[in-house]
């Protein structure tokens, strides 16, 4: 419980990595440089999110696949990859060569469902099959054991001149071990447990025993852990929307602040059919920011945070954010840069 006198272990961010149509390089790039900035500020990891034909991360591996040669401390993370859009094993594979490109710095974040839009998506993605596909856990099971070494054939030996193996390959060991669950509700914090994954909580919940998010996101990491093999040991890391005031101008302030309110009001009670139960963003100089973060209940049960950037913020804010996080609220919390 990382009160003020338990340090916060492990301190990440994450970004959305958005781009402009019709200058995409330049959006990449700038992820990439947000990413460089991270490793030189002592951040322990750097997260992409995921986003198909929208002006967002399309590909975050091959994404971290650039960002490990231009980096060489910091990890990487997706959080996450969908893998309804998915072949499990063609991933297994991506992900071990970015692994093995990056020196075991990966950290693939998976979530489960049916891809957004489906009836809109499903002639493009799965034409021959898309009335077959099972996007539940089941998907997810497969990847872990592709990832994990265990056979994806029962074929293997020399076949001429060519070398085959029974298991995807390369093969990076220590994967498998930093697969990570994104959930939002009980079941899914059950199975990522049950399954010995690591387990992503962030400022989406489902409201299913409660309707106060600290409280159900609470919920879902004694659930998590309840059921993982590690127990209390077993990795959490929380993902809230985070934006430290400190060093900011004052157009910078009122900017942030506007953006903060408009999406203020739905965190106030369960959105949608599925009663997803929105965070508030925490704006404010550090002092305050951690003075609400030591307050929140799941916060006390963690020792491990990506803290999310805005969506829609121009790079020169995520620079301003994330060095106060660095040197600001960082050390609030008892967090100390890695060399």
Do not use: C
């Not at 460089?36 to 971290?64: N, T």
């Not at 063609?90 to 693939?108: F, K």
């Not at 265990?150 to 029974?166: I, L, Q, W």
């Not at 004694?222 to 005031?245: K, N």
């Amino acid at each position: 419980m990382p009160l003020p006198s338990q340090p916060l272990r492990k301190l990440g961010f994450l970004t959305i990595g958005l781009f402009d149509e019709a200058d995409p390089g330049r959006g990449h790039e700038s992820t990439l440089g947000v990413i460089e900035l991270g490793e030189r500020l002592g951040f322990d990891s750097a997260w992409v999110r995921h986003r198909h034909l929208q002006y967002g991360i399309s590909s975050p591996v091959a994404v971290l696949a650039a960002a490990s040669q231009r980096t060489s401390r910091i990890e990487l993370g997706t959080a996450v990859i969908p893998v309804g859009w998915e072949n499990p094993l063609r991933l297994a594979e991506d992900l071990a060569t970015v692994d093995v490109l990056s020196g075991g710095r990966l950290n693939p974040g998976v979530s489960v469902g049916p891809p957004m839009h489906y009836d809109q998506v499903k002639e493009a993605l799965y034409p021959d099959t898309g009335d077959l596909e099972d996007f539940g856990y089941e998907r997810v099971r497969r990847l872990l054991s592709f990832v994990r070494g265990e056979p994806a054939t029962d074929f293997s030996g020399v076949e001429g001149f060519e070398v085959f193996s029974h298991r995807v390959q390369p093969h990076s060991p220590g994967l498998g071990s930093r697969m990570w669950y994104g959930g939002g509700s009980l079941r899914s914090a059950r199975w990522a447990g049950e399954n010995a994954m690591n387990f992503l909580t962030s400022s989406v919940v489902k409201a299913e025993q409660s309707e106060q998010f600290a409280e159900i996101q609470l919920s879902h990491i004694r659930e998590f852990r309840a059921h993982h093999p590690d127990g209390d040991r077993a990795r959490v890391s929380q993902g809230l929307v985070v934006i430290p005031t400190d060093t900011a101008s004052s157009e910078q302030r009122a900017r942030y602040k506007e953006y903060a309110e408009k999406r203020t009001p739905r965190t106030a009670t369960p959105q949608g059919p599925a009663r997803m139960m929105f965070a508030p963003d925490l704006v404010g100089d550090s002092a305050e920011i951690a003075e609400r973060l030591y307050a929140h209940a799941a916060f006390q049960e963690i020792d491990e945070v990506a803290f999310a950037l805005p969506f829609t913020f121009e790079h020169e804010d995520y620079v301003q954010i994330l060095t106060d996080i660095a040197t600001r609220l960082g050390p609030e919390l008892g967090w100390r840069p890695r060399p």
